[in-house]
T-cell receptor, first 114, second 116 residues
């Protein structure tokens, strides 16, 4: 069956360190993968998209890698700040029933401590 | 990025009543809208996909007669939870995609439904 797994339910790190979050998937062949941030009681906010032919994508302090052989994406936040504390969701595009749908992992909650 | 709004942000209702949630794209035309449901500490689960002017396509296990979706215009979709029960209590999130922005979906802020 198809699965999207994110590495842990909660990740605690010290301010200034790099946070690394993992997204693994099985039985998908996504053309691209997306990362979202979700704050409590809010909808997801788009952060980055990476295509299957891209190894790495950067945006300010964020970096995403995509390894289609390992079926894994890594999401890095460098020089992390307490304001980065949130849940980070990875999502894959799935084409099914003629529709292009976004399927989400359960998310990893990140807590950055001062 | 584009803005999607939802109304109401919170609703509490009695069991057996129906609740309507509105989703609007404020500065773009949404040819496709999606409705998700999220239970605490779980991922967003896609409920249905709708294209403007067409009937919604529901995911397996989602009752189309219970969750009525209307996408009558390019800027408005509604989700009606009919005869709501406590197990329908959840966080409902809509998302919109416009023609041409094939990759990016914009999400609303969500609606917290509590059925007593």
């Amino acid at each position: 069956s198809q699965k999207i797994e994110q590495n842990s339910e909660a990740l605690n790190i010290q301010e200034g360190k790099t946070a690394t979050l993992t997204c693994n998937y099985t039985n998908y062949s996504p053309a691209y993968l997306q990362w979202y941030r979700q704050d409590p009681g809010r909808g997801p906010v788009f952060l980055l998209l990476i295509r299957e032919n891209e190894k790495e994508k950067r945006k300010e302090r964020l970096k995403v890698t995509f390894d289609t052989t390992l079926k894994q994406s890594l999401f890095h936040i460098t020089a992390s700040q307490p304001a980065d504390s949130a849940t980070y969701l990875c999502a894959l595009r799935s084409l099914s029933g003629g529709y292009n749908k976004l399927i989400f992992g359960a998310g990893t909650r990140l807590a950055v401590h001062p | 990025g584009a803005v999607v709004s939802q109304h109401p942000s919170r609703v509490i209702c009695k069991s057996g009543t129906s609740v309507k949630i509105e989703c609007r794209s404020l500065d773009f035309q949404a040819t496709t809208m999606f409705w998700y449901r999220q239970f605490p500490k779980q991922s967003l689960m896609l409920m249905a996909t709708s294209n403007e002017g067409s009937k919604a396509t529901y995911e397996q296990g989602v009752e189309k007669d219970k969750f009525l979706i209307n996408h009558a215009s390019l800027t408005l979709s509604t989700l009606t939870v009919t005869s709501a029960h406590p197990e329908d209590s959840s966080f409902y999130i809509c998302s919109a995609r416009s023609q041409g922005t094939y990759n990016e979906q914009f999400f609303g802020p969500g609606t917290r439904l509590t059925v007593l």
